[in-house]
T-cell receptor, first 119, second 116 residues
Framework: EAGVTQSPTHLIKTRGQQATLRCSPI?????VYWYQQALGLGLQFLLW???????NRGNFPPRFSGRQFPNYSSELNVNALELEDSALYLC??????????????????FGPGTRLLVL | AQTVTQSQPEMSVQEAETVTLSCTYD???????LFWYKQPPSRQMILVIR??????QNATENRFSVNFQKAAKSFSLKISDSQLGDAAMYFC?????????????FGEGTQLTVNP
């Protein structure tokens, strides 16, 4: 079974530009999560998408946005890039929301990440 | 808000020996899940082991086992018969079970070195 895939593996942009990162979930998973791993800041939750809708977002400005497509793949867009946006961006997927008894099945599995460098 | 603390930034172990990584968390919830992920130099986060708060029995996956102390809010990872491939950054993570789609809250990580 194929795991979570992300593209590109590396992305170099200059300040003020826009970056688009892509994620394909494990087959059968409808939920996609985005996390940022910046040096010195640890892993921080960015966004959660399920069934094409944004369900929750972390404490990030609106220039971080995304979408989820009908095939459950997802894009993360970062507008007006700043130097501090340089980080590893990790995508994770899980089965969709479920009843309390099945929430272990919402375990998140991660992709290999996209390393974004803003110059 | 929930917090996760890993008090050991770095640990080392000899190949074939046993090592324990510590993790404590703070929550007012009774329904939650705990995870250990490893992040090798390739940077991909790999699920090592998971535990439901409702289950008293400690989870085990081959050489990996946890010591879950709910009252103490402690969730340590024991790696037995350490192998060179175990060298990685290990993250402890918390997820609420109160609602679906809860985010993972990560600790700061412990860098594990395995010496031959």
């Amino acid at each position: 079974e194929a795991g979570v895939t992300q593209s590109p593996t590396h992305l170099i942009k200059t300040r003020g530009q826009q970056a688009t990162l892509r994620c394909s979930p494990i087959s059968g998973h409808t939920s996609v999560y985005w996390y940022q791993q910046a040096l010195g800041l640890g892993l921080q939750f960015l966004l959660w998408y399920d069934e094409g809708e944004e369900r929750n977002r972390g404490n990030f400005p609106p220039r971080f946005s995304g979408r989820q497509f009908p095939n459950y793949s997802s894009e993360l867009n970062v507008n007006a890039l700043e130097l501090e946006d340089s980080a590893l961006y990790l995508c994770a997927s899980s089965q969709g929301p479920s009843g309390r008894a099945y929430r272990m099945e919402e375990t998140q599995y991660f992709g290999p990440g996209t390393r974004l460098l803003v110059l | 808000a929930q917090t996760v603390t890993q008090s050991q930034p770095e640990m080392s172990v000899q190949e074939a020996e046993t090592v324990t990584l510590s993790c404590t968390y703070d929550t007012s919830e009774s329904d939650y899940y705990l995870f250990w992920y490893k992040q090798p130099p390739s940077r991909q986060m790999i699920l090592v082991i998971r535990q439901e708060a409702y289950k008293q029995q400690n989870a085990t996956e081959n050489r990996f086992s946890v010591n879950f102390q709910k009252a103490a809010k402690s969730f340590s990872l024991k790696i037995s018969d350490s192998q060179l491939g175990d060298a990685a950054m290990y993250f402890c993570a918390y997820r609420s079970g109160e609602t679906s789609g809860s985010r993972l809250t990560f600790g700061e990580g412990t860098q594990l070195t395995v010496n031959p």
